[in-house]
């Protein structure tokens, strides 16, 4: 099986070679690296020398043959740019003929580049992969690397109004008691096997996650499931 990295590449290959050197360069990984050559000469130049950079590098670490570096047009719209960033991904997948039945996971460092590029390869990503059914992870770094933060496609996903009530009600519940057994979630509403129904739902859409201690179940929210209850809180707050 294969893991597939992909960089947005802007003037600085230290965005690109910081996170890949970091991840390890197994003989499972390809990268792909998409630029863009827009601007006056000096701009294209930088780019043109942070490739070079990064393929003196590759060279020396004995994976060159597994990086590919493709160029993106920008488009007359956003989706003719979402569209040639796709197309560039699934270029450099037929090149290195990769099926998409080989493909582990999908790692995107959205680290340089133009904004609207890395805009677009989010885009770009999720549409392409989800449809492909790749799970793809997606990682934002600040600048100096100090700040290294991962996320997945179902944050992208997440429509606070979609949960129901009755499912609010426990994940809010969960929340504030931070890990609770099913007993501690019953009240005089709801009995335990309804309770128990409710937490699957909760536990299938990945906001709550629940593990064994004894004879009893612990169940505790997921950082998305706290994130909801956050974020409905705040929305609740404002008249």
Request: hydrophobic share 40%; charged share 30%; net charge positive.
């Amino acid at each position: 099986m294969k893991q597939i990295y992909i960089f947005t590449l802007g003037f600085t290959p230290e965005f690109v070679l910081k996170p890949l050197f970091e991840a390890g360069v197994s003989e499972d990984v390809y990268i792909i690296i998409l630029y863009t050559l827009v601007g006056d000469e000096y701009s294209k130049k930088r780019v043109r020398d942070a490739i070079s950079y990064i393929e003196k590098l590759s060279r020396e670490g004995g994976f060159i043959d597994r990086v590919f570096f493709q160029q993106v047009s920008l488009g007359n719209t956003f989706y003719d740019l979402v569209y040639e960033v796709a197309l560039a991904l699934t270029k450099m997948l037929r090149d290195a003929e990769i099926r998409r039945g080989d493909i582990e996971g999908v790692d995107v460092w959205l680290t340089g580049g133009m904004r609207i590029m890395v805009t677009a390869t989010l885009v770009a990503c999720k549409m392409l992969f989800e449809y492909m059914k790749i799970p793809v992870t997606f990682h934002v770094w600040s600048e100096d690397g100090t700040y290294k933060y991962t996320f997945d496609l179902q944050l992208l996903d997440t429509n606070l109004r979609e949960v129901s009530k009755a499912r609010m009600e426990i994940l809010k519940k969960i929340v504030s008691l931070g890990k609770c057994t099913y007993e501690e979630l019953v009240n005089t509403k709801r009995k335990e096997s309804t309770i128990r129904k409710l937490v699957e739902f909760l536990r299938k859409d990945n906001l709550v996650y629940c593990k064994r201690s004894g004879k009893r179940t612990i169940c505790k929210a997921t950082e998305l499931g706290t994130l909801i209850i956050k974020l409905m809180e705040l929305a609740e707050a404002i008249p």
